[in-house]
């Protein structure tokens, strides 16, 4: 392997701001590549340097029509999503219709963008960012998660098989669960209902065989292998990360 994996290629990451999106950032930008980081967000952006960065709205259709012709990726990494708590029967149709527009619609907002200079090209790896929680495995209280995750892995198929033979490879990531400031948050909720912080984090690290959840770096080294010339044959798949969980 070359030290610079990724030199002459463009990449657009969603979500950027934070978590495996930042870190993913970081990682593809060490690794050589001219990285176009995004998110709603402009002033977690400010803090990234050695990329290019900007604001975009991964549910607005004209943000991502912009901010994609803009970065004309050979690299896209859809990374934006949210996680709601909860079962079926909490589940509201406000929450769901939220969920199924970030979670999976957004990815066919960038994906519907930047395919056709792909194609053009005749080379593109798009890299979509699913969950363990998904059709892989379930977890408590994720139902919209789970559900809207599981329909990121269809997608993902979908996409590899009709556009497979014209250079363009379509693959998605399942991790587990990873140390970042929005799982911070989910922990702190947890806490709140379970009555201190140390329960919420025993009860989320018992569930990994490891012992302990993962970093965003180690999703960032995924994404790398994905978007580099390395992952050439591989297209179509659900990558799963998870620590063993899934394994169980």
């Not at 219709?97 to 792909?118: E, G, K, Q, W, Y």
């Amino acid at each position: 392997m070359t030290k610079q994996r990724l030199e002459g290629k463009r990449v657009l990451v969603t979500a950027a701001g934070q978590g495996i999106g930042r870190a993913s950032a970081l990682a593809m930008a060490a690794e050589g590549a001219q990285v176009f980081a995004t998110d709603v967000n402009a002033e977690a952006l400010a803090t990234l340097t050695g990329v290019e960065t900007f604001a975009l709205d991964a549910l607005s259709d004209d943000s991502v029509t912009e901010g994609v012709a803009r970065a004309n990726p050979d690299v896209l990494f859809n990374c934006a999503g949210f996680v709601h708590h909860g079962s079926i029967l909490d589940a509201t149709d406000d929450e769901l219709d939220f969920a199924l527009d970030l979670n999976v619609r957004s990815m066919l907002r960038t994906i519907r963008a930047a395919l056709p200079a792909m194609l053009e090209r005749g080379t593109g790896s798009i890299i979509n960012m699913s969950s363990a929680c998904s059709n892989v495995i379930g977890a408590p209280n994720r139902f919209i998660y789970g559900t809207t995750k599981a329909a990121v892995i269809g997608l993902t198929k979908s996409v590899a098989v009709d556009y497979m033979s014209q250079g363009i490879r379509c693959n998605c990531i399942c991790p587990g669960t990873v140390d970042s400031p929005s799982w911070q948050d989910r922990v702190d909720q947890l806490g709140k209902e379970l009555g201190s912080k140390e329960a919420a984090l025993k009860q989320f690290v018992e569930r990994q065989p490891m012992g302990r959840v993962a970093t965003a770096e180690e999703i960032a080294a995924l994404v790398v292998y994905l978007a580099s010339d390395e992952s050439a044959f591989t297209t179509g798949h659900p990558h799963i990360i998870d620590g063993g969980w899934s394994g169980q």
